[in-house]
């Protein structure tokens, strides 16, 4: 479906799978389970683009449910992949989790490696360690859509930090949801569960606001 701008949503995968057609090229943002492959292909078909179109691939962290697809999705398409440069040991295997969320995947080279601050095809990276060392959002400056990885989740239109035991460091995460209140932007796009459209900040104010309570 698609979400605002040139933003779509792979419909029905498990962790969010999204695609954004931009300069007549397609970027895509994490890529799901494995079987996810073949709902990103028929996607991008339904678009009347094809897979050779997919320029680049980003991988806001190296959990399984994220880069699953990641190897078949690189072949199928030939584009590079980018991630942050802590994160990329644990995507071409040379290092493996061993706290947080571990089942391992297929190893995959990186050929961009990101870092905070930098900018690929009008997304800022925002370097937001906790989840994984290496975790990312990105901020796109064309639609102030933000999209979070699994630094939060979505649930019923409330957001909430992902579960803690599924992240190496939630005390370091829960610093860096913190620190997207900093942050310009209006629409907040997560991983798990729906987009939060227009009301991304303010959604994120209650949460911050909520742990305060709780602390
Ligand atoms: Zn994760």
């Known amino acids: 479906m698609k979400v605002i701008g040139d933003i779509h949503l792979v419909d029905n995968t498990f962790a969010n799978v999204y695609l954004i057609v931009r300069d007549n090229k397609l970027i895509i943002i994490d890529t799901g389970l494995p079987e996810e492959y073949e709902k990103i292909i ?3 078909d339904s678009l009347g683009r094809i897979p050779e179109e997919v320029e680049i691939i980003i991988a806001t962290h190296a959990h399984y449910d994220h880069i699953g697809a990641l190897k078949v999705l690189k072949e199928a398409t030939g584009a590079k992949v980018a991630a942050h440069k802590e994160e990329i040991p644990y995507i071409n295997g040379e290092k493996v989790f061993k706290k947080g969320y571990t089942p391992v995947s297929e190893p995959v080279d990186v050929e961009i490696s990101l870092e905070d601050g930098d900018e690929i095809k009008g997304l800022k990276v925002i370097h937001s360690p906790g989840h994984t060392p290496g975790s990312i959002c990105l901020l796109d400056l064309e639609t102030k859509a933000l999209f979070v990885g699994d630094l939060v989740v979505e649930q019923k239109g409330e957001l909430y930090e992902v579960p803690h035991h599924y992240s190496i460091d939630p005390m370091k995460n829960r610093e860096a949801i913190k ?3 900093e942050i310009d932007f209006n ?11 227009n009301e991304g900040k303010e959604k994120l104010r209650e949460l911050v606001e909520r742990f305060l309570k709780s602390d």
Request: charged share 10%; hydrophobic share 40%; net charge neutral.
């Open 179 to 181: 620190e997207l209140l």
């Open 187 to 197: 629409h907040l796009l997560p991983s798990h569960g729906n987009p939060v459209l």
């Open 42 to 44: 028929k996607y991008i």
